[in-house]
T-cell receptor
């Protein structure tokens, strides 16, 4: 049973555009929702994270939007740059679950 | 700080062989974990440890053993490798479990091919 569903699998965005990646979760006990960025040949690195007591968190060009009632959260990358080209993973943790539960990832390509 | 280090970077095994994937961190982190990453599957938790001497199973523990004799090291053992264990393995560490907003740091990964 996949507890965190991520879409789309791949995404192509023009430079300067907005990249949007969506995730939905099933376990209502999850209470921590991080996003990871992974470049080829590297380990994932924490990008930004949110807890369900807020609806939005912004760090620079990266914003998480959180909808607790719909059990959905999304990553928005404003003014997308070629250097943002990477694989992005959403994840969730909490409620007694062991470790992080990851989505399957989104391969993002920013075209110059 | 070197952060989280993993060795080897790449390994080829034959079915039935055993090996140990090494993971070390120099940040005095209590929490360490192992994930495997397969194409289109995201990362799945294999085993984790909340401190020296304490380990527990994650989502996909079968075929793997771990031990935590020191805070710094958390090796992952494959007792009898199978082609289904072909994957990229990541070790991660943090001060505490992620739910406490502790950043989890990942190593560079070990790419394993089982023939």
């Amino acid at each position: 049973q996949q507890q965190v569903k991520q879409s789309p699998q791949s995404l192509i965005v023009q430079k300067g555009g907005i990249s949007i990646i969506n995730c939905a979760y099933e376990n209502t006990a999850f209470d921590y929702f991080p996003w990871y960025q992974q470049f080829p040949g590297k380990g994932p690195a924490l990008l930004i994270a949110i807890r369900p007591d807020v609806s939005e968190k912004k760090e620079g060009r990266f914003t998480i939007s959180f909808n607790k009632s719909a059990k959905q959260f999304s990553l928005h990358i404003m003014d997308s740059q070629p250097g943002d080209s990477a694989t992005y993973f959403c994840a969730a943790e909490g409620g007694g679950a062991d470790g992080l539960t990851f989505g399957k990832g989104t391969h993002l390509i920013i075209q110059p | 700080n070197a952060g989280v280090t993993q060795t080897p970077k790449f390994q080829v095994l034959k079915t039935g062989q055993s090996m140990t994937l090494q993971c070390a961190q120099d940040m005095n982190h209590e929490y360490m974990s192992w994930y495997r990453q397969d194409p289109g599957m995201g990362l799945r938790l294999i085993h984790y440890s909340v401190g020296a001497g304490i380990t527990d199973q994650g989502e996909v523990p079968n075929g793997y053993n771990v031990s935590r004799s020191t805070t710094e090291d958390f090796p992952l053992r494959l007792l009898s490798a199978a082609p289904s264990q072909t994957s990229v393995y990541f070790c991660a560490s943090s001060y505490g479990q992620q739910g406490n907003e502790e950043t989890q740091y990942f190593g560079p990964g070990t790419r394993l091919l089982v023939l």
